[in-house]
């Protein structure tokens, strides 16, 4: 290929230009142009494709099979409609739960980040999809996304907010998307170190590095930096910089006039077209029946297949049951209840119809997803409502109120029922769109539409109250200790096939197995941090966010970071712990027996955590395993976990390296981070 055509592949055609969200010139009849668009709850702006699960969704299922089906589904739809590349997955932390695209990552645990970020990059990639696993790195709230500096120590960086990024590459993530903000005081997508030193250095990436819309800042530095693609590709007025063509044929200069080095380009175009043949591109590989700016393009092509199948299966194993008083969940265990009232807009539909909002910027009716660039439009919806009305069945009178603000009403229509059920969400997105007064990052975490006083007012109305919360993250519940309410749900966001999700788990034909991946606090000012409005957003609390704060200062939640009830009871015993091989070789394995000591079949999450040696001055505990086991009720199955040196070490920055602790571990088996069932000590 000639320099230019080399070029070619590495720059986006421009902002707008379409066909999608992303383009890169094709080079000569040598390679074909690439489509790249977002990702990563279904294919963006697309219609007759799905809305899956959000990705804070997949991490409350704990379930590695459906997060790698949901990746293949949503991979295959993609293929179909002819797209390369998806914008995706997503895997920054949830350190503050104000951040608005929580709701697209995985939440507030690594490790649980990097099994999530894992399993869908084998999905997408097992499909076809080039994945490109964002945002590398520090971007975890939008506010002032464009220029402020997230500043992080070396240890915080490679324990923490690297190790997803880490699982990406295990799965053999063929791109990276660089994130806007800088990290210590540099761009991240012109930043040697990040990208050259720990990505492409220490961590052996091969594939290739795109910026993220407008991140890219200069031609030479960013290039010798380590990127290796430019998105959109051009200087438009909406250029956060007000740059330049970066690349195209300002980097052809820049290699004619000696600042970038040809063979750097070759090995740009290289990465990206290794990408392409990687996940087999090369054969027959769809046209393109899709324009991000034109949904009636392709409109017609219906690629959703099977996809509804994961989505409802995997929006039931998402829902966390989070009290269940007097047993009074599921429904239908007797005759009993012959009249259920549904309360609140959020368990029906936008009155004004399906995606009548730009990217999911409203919250009129359920909240299936948030909104911005990660939204997908719906092909259909199943409401909480009818859900649960075609689950009740004939014989139940359900009775509905979907208005939020006339609380006396609704109280009305709760008074005479068994069961009132009512629903309530909160909503938060990408900082480009405003939603009530929301500028993406949440403004607080309390209920948005008068969600708590219509919570109380039907507490106050029925003594059988369930409570069911769409949310983006956690929200403060100020009715907590209201003797009415029975049953809190927690379905999270659950995409298209919301009803009968949440219906399944109601009415007992799937028990609930989600798991929260965040701590819900008591109070918002229990939480570590909060959106930082200044333009240095300093990490210094360094490795111990979420419930590694709550731990550390011995904060109690209100609902701990892996918690969710079931339908029946786990007993774990029999915990053993051996140890193999010495300093990086080390291995140590543990076994254990879990127990359904209940009446139902169901699904456990067994939650391996681990305390270090004092002198490693780590948390006092960290997630380094789980297992999500089926379980009929009155049998027993193993369980077994296994720590590598990936699990033990730590980073001495002094020294630049991996070392594993010497002294004693405290491996501790739970069903939370605080439900603490057993644990033994282990000495390296
Ligand atoms: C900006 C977002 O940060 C990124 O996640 C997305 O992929 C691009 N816009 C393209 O929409």
Known sequence: MSLEERVNITTGTGNEQGPCEGNTAAAGNLFPALCLNDGPTGLRRAYNTSQFVAGINAAASWDRELTRQRGAEMGREFRAKGVNVILGPGMNMMRTPRAGRNWEFAGEDPYLTGEIAYETVVGLQSSGMITTSKHLIGNEQDTNRYNSSTNMDDKTLHELYLHPFVRALDAETTGIMCSYNMVNGTYACEDDYILNSVLKGELGFKGFVVSDWWATHSTAFAVNSGLDMTMPGDANSQSITGGGLWFGKNLTDAVKNGDVDEDRVTDMATRIVAAWYKVGQDKGFPELNFNYFDSNVGADL???????????????????????????????????????????????????????????????????????????????????????????????????????????????????????????????????????????????????????????????????????????????????????????????????????????????????????????????????????????????????????????????????????????????????????????????????????????????????????????????????????????????????????????????????????????????????????????????
């Open 302 to 684: 219906d690629v959703q297949g099977d996809s509804k199948d994961n989505i409802r299966k995997q929006g039931a194993a998402s829902v966390v049951l989070l009290r269940n008083d007097d047993d009074i969940l599921p429904l239908g265990q007797d005759d009993k209840v012959k009249k259920i009232a549904v309360i609140g807009s959020d368990a029906g539909a936008d009155p004004e119809g399906l995606n009548q909002c730009q990217d999911g910027a409203c919250s009129r009716g359920t909240l299936t997803q948030g909104w911005g660039s990660g939204s997908a439009y719906l092909p259909y919806l199943v409401t909480p409502l009818d859900g649960i009305k075609d689950r009740a069945g004939d014989s139940v009178d359900v009775v509905s109120y979907l208005d939020d603000w006339n609380v006396d009403e609704a109280a009305k229509v709760a008074s005479d029922a068994d069961i009132a059920m009512v629903f309530a969400k909160s909503d938060s997105g990408e900082m480009y769109i405003v939603v009530d007064d929301n500028p993406g990052d949440r403004n607080n975490i309390s209920l948005w539409y008068n969600g708590d006083e219509l919570i109380k007012a039907v507490a106050d109305a029925n003594k059988n109250t369930v409570v069911v919360i769409h949310s983006v993250g956690p929200i403060l519940m100020p009715w907590i200790d209201h003797p009415n309410i029975k049953a809190i749900v927690w379905p999270g966001l659950p995409g298209q096939e919301t009803g009968n999700s949440l219906a399944d788990v109601l009415f007992g034909e799937v028990n609930p197995s989600g798991k929260l991946p965040y701590t819900i606090a008591k109070k918002f000012d229990d939480y570590l941090g909060d959106i930082v409005m200044e333009l240095d957003i300093e990490y210094t609390e360094g490795v111990n966010v979420g419930y590694r704060h709550f731990d550390k200062y011995d904060i109690e939640p209100l609902y701990e970071f892996g918690y969710g009830l079931s339908y029946t009871t786990f007993d774990y015993s029999g915990l053993k712990v051996k140890v193999s091989g010495k300093g990086k070789d080390a291995k140590v394995t543990a076994s254990l027996k879990v127990e359904n000591t209940g009446d139902v079949d169901g699904a456990d999450v067994v939650q391996a955590y681990l305390g270090f040696p004092e002198d490693a001055e780590q948390p006092p505990k960290m997630l380094r395993g789980f297992e999500k086991v089926n379980i009929k009720h009155g049998k027993k199955q193993d369980v077994k976990f296994e720590f590598s040196e990936r699990d033990l070490r730590v980073w001495d920055t002094a020294k630049q390296e991996w070392v594993v602790p010497s002294g004693t571990f405290t491996l501790y088996i739970g069903a939370s981070s605080r439900d603490i069932r057993l644990e033994d000590t282990f000495t390296l």
